[in-house]
């Protein structure tokens, strides 16, 4: 089959990372790059022998079988419906907006187009994933604790929190999509924020956050974010059930149940080249493992913003997410 040529939208660390990946297919062709700083594009572009395109319409003139959105939290919504008009199979990088009404809207244009998408959830891929997956097939999940300990990145948009939407939303999403995953979908969520910035000039997030959810199947959880170290401290889940407890991060799955404790480790890196196969498959029409359409990702997405919200608020957010109908569901917010 021909060479799938893709186009990014973007061209910070994310879209430098896909590129890498992508330029590793031998079935992918790197078309262009269009960014909003013209020499970033530039540069990334020359780097793989792509072209580079000046905005978005242009890069989709040139044809491409499917598009990359590697954009901030902040500028994400006019890229996505250019796409979405034009009907080329989209990969969004996550937090797929900084605020729900633009992941609502795109995720109503991809489904009134049908339209091929996924989303850079790449700890899904995971072969450990699946054994915890395997492992709790048949005991419910009592308690989750979910965590991620981490710095401020250093890009300027990141500590505001109308750029970011914040920890909980742009760094701890991979760790709530884990627990929509393993868990189940939260219905409760009441969140506390320490009303104090990290360390750094002009920020206005909170540096750390906590929170206690409860979930449709019975389980209930807990969630802290933090940015206010200088290394990425502690990323992940503890999950327990009966007579079985579980440590899972991005380097391995830890086991200990009645036989004793078990470490399988894991290759973050192999899960981040893993998602790029599997979209590229699948526009290419020889694979169907899209693990997170942009549907799937629209769950996490409300439930990072509800924690947000809760923390935001001082006030309990209440879910309702019918399997049936992700677009129909909303969130309250209690008085």
Aim: a negative charge; glycine letters at 10%.
């Amino acid at each position: 089959m021909r060479t799938c040529r893709v186009g990014l939208v973007g061209a910070g660390g994310v879209a430098q990372r896909h590129a890498r990946v992508l330029g590793g297919f031998a079935d992918v062709e790197l078309l262009g790059v269009t960014d909003v700083v013209p020499e970033a594009a530039a540069e990334l572009a020359g780097a793989h022998g792509a072209r580079t395109f000046g905005d978005v319409e242009e890069l989709l003139a040139a044809g491409p079988d499917a598009v990359y959105v590697c954009v901030p939290p902040f500028a994400h919504g006019p890229a996505e419906e250019a796409v979405i008009a034009a009907g080329v199979p989209m990969f969004v990088e996550k937090p797929v907006a900084v605020d729900l009404a633009t992941a609502e809207h795109v995720a109503d244009l991809v489904a009134r187009r049908g339209l091929l998408t996924g989303v850079g959830h790449h700890w899904r891929y995971l072969p450990v994933v699946q054994r915890a997956r395997e492992l709790l097939a048949d005991r419910p999940v009592r308690m989750v604790s979910g965590a991620w300990w981490d710095k401020v990145p250093p890009v300027a948009w990141w500590s505001r929190q109308d750029r970011s939407g914040g920890p909980v939303v742009e760094q701890a999403a991979h760790v709530l999509d884990l627990v929509r995953s393993l868990v189940g979908e939260a219905t409760e969520v009441t969140a506390y924020g320490n009303g104090t910035p990290p360390p750094v000039d002009g920020a206005d997030i909170d540096s750390v956050t906590t929170a206690a959810l409860r979930f449709a199947g019975g389980a209930v959880g807990t969630l802290t974010a933090a940015c206010v170290l200088g290394w990425k401290h502690r990323a992940g889940l503890e999950i327990l059930a009966d007579g079985l407890a579980l440590s899972l991060t991005e380097d391995g799955l830890v086991v200990r149940d009645a036989d004793g404790e078990r470490r399988y480790d894991a290759d973050p890196e192999a899960a981040r080249v893993a998602v790029d196969r599997a979209f590229v498959d699948a526009v290419r029409g020889v694979g169907d493992d899209v693990r997170v359409p942009y549907a799937e990702a629209l769950g996490t997405q409300r439930l990072a913003l509800a924690v947000a919200d809760s923390a935001r608020t001082g006030r309990t957010v209440r879910l309702d997410v019918p399997a049936a109908a992700p677009l129909a569901t909303g969130v309250t917010v209690d008085a």
